[in-house]
């Protein structure tokens, strides 16, 4: 312990240096230092012969140690000294010493600390009868493990400070790159759209120059036409003036120049042009053509950038376990055929049956998603035809004559799964005289909660959002019953799903113009759907 006094020098001079307190008992060896009688008889019980002094390692020998009395006198006086310093009035103390605690019961300093009791003791304290027998240590010792363990904690604390300090500073550099990052992205959108711009502008200049000039020439082939015609009509006017008054002179006169009236006033050739030449005519078709393009491509541009900005583009592949026995889904999940035989599979509850329907493997509930389908139609020559027809021979000497005919047929306006054959291109024809829009596939979304058993009506009501194609072109599945909206069928298919916006649109992929697009409130997960009864034709999804 530091000592700030001349007692505090001496009381240093009286301690053990075994045990760090004060000496009891004390006895000298052979080079002359003094310890606790105990400390070294312990020393000498536990450490092998020869015995060495734990301050200057000299060795010495057990039957050699000799009590101090003297050292004893001297240790009581300290002692003593200590206690009457202490019981002083602490106006008349030390400053350093008043801000220290002393003991509650005897006002003495407090030195010690009782291990067994675990309590703060003063040198009265200790040698008082409740404590005497205790171990009792100084108060620096006995706050030494404690204090390694604060350390200790501490070390980790520091760690974990500065572990905390070097992730912030990690990620206050990420956050500012990614923050420098989108300064540039900002600069490369106010860079991107003014190009654009300037070549919108530039191509609009360019139209509406191309326009001026057409109509400059229309206002001046306008000008010459009523100029000569003007001239032509006062000519005539002329004439007709002069050969009206010949007619209705006297006989008389008349006859004396009966010379022939139309020689003498001839009918000249008068001017007659066509209004619009055929190149200004073929210049304005052109524009006409031009100006239509324009319209389109914008469109499709329109339409490509505002799904490119705002639409997830997904990779969608499909649930092989909800697809009916009749459809073959590719391993990769991406595209599916309708075979036209039934396929033993695992017969689940959640399989379309008999419909030839399947729904993709994720479905939404939030979000702005994308995703494509191509129509690919194998039309058959004879040969297929005829293994079309061996094909349909086959599944009836399976499954019976009976099975195949549920799939034959129009009921409702529903055309059930079944082969695309000339029977069936006749039908189609007579389905359209009759005012009834065939399909070969359908291509959307549903509802997971959508009914999968027996005939179903596809319609947003029952929880379908869908577009109808066939060879007529594209038709939109509602109550109470479909219409037509594209007189061509696309060979590949975009579905935008905007689900908090209650939005389904579908494009064309190739041309990028709009063909339809449903609005609606959706409720619960939302899939992708497919639906095919064309034999051999395939819908593959893209990307």
């Known amino acids: 312990m530091a000592a700030a006094s001349p007692l505090g020098k ?39 012969r020869p015995l060495y002094c734990s301050l200057c390692k000299t060795a010495f020998k057990k039957e050699n140690i000799r009590r101090v009395w003297q050292m004893a006198s001297l240790v009581k006086n300290i002692w003593r000294m200590k206690v009457d ?46 404590h005497r027998h205790h171990v009792a240590v100084l108060l620096e010792k006995a706050a030494r493990p404690y204090r390694g363990k604060i350390q200790n904690h501490l070390k980790l604390l520091k760690g974990d400070r500065d572990r905390i300090q070097n992730f912030q500073s990690m990620g206050e550099d990420e956050i500012q790159a990614l923050l420098t990052k989108f300064q540039n992205h900002r600069q490369d959108i106010v860079s991107v759209f003014e190009q654009g711009h300037q070549f919108l502008r530039e191509r609009k200049q360019y139209l509406l120059e191309q326009l001026v000039g057409l109509e400059q020439e229309l206002a001046e082939r306008r000008n010459s036409l009523v100029t000569k015609g003007s001239e032509e ?48 005519k073929k210049r304005a078709e052109e524009f006409s053509d031009k ?69 993709g493997s994720k479905g939404f509930t939030w979000g702005k998603v994308y995703w494509e389908v191509k129509v690919d139609r194998i039309w058959w020559g004879a040969e297929e035809e005829e293994e079309a027809v061996k094909c349909r021979s086959r599944a009836r000497g399976v499954f019976g004559s009976s099975y195949l005919g549920e799939f034959i047929g129009i009921t409702d306006g529903y055309s059930s799964p079944g082969y695309r054959n000339e029977s069936e291109e006749l039908e189609e024809e007579w389905s359209q005289e009759n005012g009834i829009l065939p399909k070969f596939c359908l291509v959307g979304v549903a509802r997971e909660s959508v009914v999968r058993r027996g005939f179903l009506i596809f319609t947003p009501e029952e929880g379908f959002w869908t577009l109808q194609l066939s060879s007529a072109g594209v038709s939109v599945c509602t109550s109470p019953e479909p219409f037509q909206v594209l007189s061509y069928c696309p060979r590949q298919i975009g579905v935008a799903l905007d689900y908090d916006g209650g939005k389904i649109t579908f494009t064309d992929v190739r041309t990028q113009e709009f063909i339809y697009e449903f609005s609606s409130s959706f409720t619960g997960r939302i899939f992708p759907f497919l639906w095919l009864n064309c034999m051999r034709s395939i819908l593959t999804l893209k990307p």
């Not at 400053?95 to 220290?100: G, I, K, S, V």
């Open 85 to 130: 310093e202490e019981r002083q009035p602490r106006e008349e103390r030390p400053p350093e010493q008043r801000a220290e605690k002393l003991c509650g019961r005897h006002l003495e300093k407090l030195h010690y600390y009782c291990r067994d009791d675990q309590q703060i003791l003063c040198v009265i304290c200790r040698e008082s009868q409740e």
């Open 233 to 280: 009509v006062v000519r005539l006017g002329t004439l007709i003036s002069e050969m009206e008054k010949k007619a209705w002179s006297p006989t008389l006169e008349l006859l004396q120049d009966p010379g022939d009236v139309r020689s003498r006033y001839p009918r000249k050739k008068f001017w007659i042009e066509k209004p619009i030449s055929p190149a200004i």
């Open 10 to 48: 001496l009381e240093d001079e009286v301690l053990c240096s075994i045990c760090l307190e004060y000496l009891r008992d004390p006895v000298t060896i052979d080079c002359g230092h003094v310890f606790c009688y105990h400390c070294i008889i312990k020393v000498c019980e536990s450490t092998m």
């Open 291 to 359: 100006v239509l393009s324009l319209e389109k491509g914008l469109r499709g541009f329109h339409g490509k950038l505002m799904r490119d900005l705002e639409y997830k583009t997904m990779k969608i592949i499909m649930n092989s376990q909800t697809a009916n026995n009749c459809l073959s889904v590719s391993p990769d999940g991406k595209s599916i055929m309708f075979t036209g035989l039934w396929i033993n599979k695992c017969q689940h509850g959640q399989r379309f049956d008999p419909e030839p329907g399947v729904l």
